[in-house]
């Protein structure tokens, strides 16, 4: 997975669990994600899924903050069942 926050990229479900440890220290109760685009294209072995989203949180300086960001994710049908393959968060660079 590629994220938005330290590290860049995680390998491994370990690391990956990981890495909500730190979502979830900075996010706010109820965590609530919200999708304002979804484009999803599938064939027999493989899709992946674009979406812009919104979740919000407080940063360490105390700043709550609204995060608009782009999350990917791509599928392959592994021995029948679709498994994520790739996952990568962006949000918008400053100007």
Excluded: N
Aim: charged share 25%; net charge negative.
């Amino acid at each position: 997975m590629f994220d938005v926050p330290p590290p860049l990229q995680s390998k491994g479900i370990d690391a990956y669990r990981r890495t909500w440890d730190v979502f979830f220290a900075w996010s706010h109760e109820p965590v609530k994600f919200d999708i304002s685009e979804l484009h999803v294209t599938a064939g027999v072995e493989v899709a992946f899924a674009a979406a812009v989203m919104r979740c919000a949180g407080r940063e360490s300086s105390g700043e709550d903050v609204d995060l608009e960001f782009r999350l990917t994710v791509g599928l392959q049908k592994v021995d029948g069942e679709w498994v994520v393959t790739h996952e990568h968060h962006s949000i918008p660079a400053e100007g």
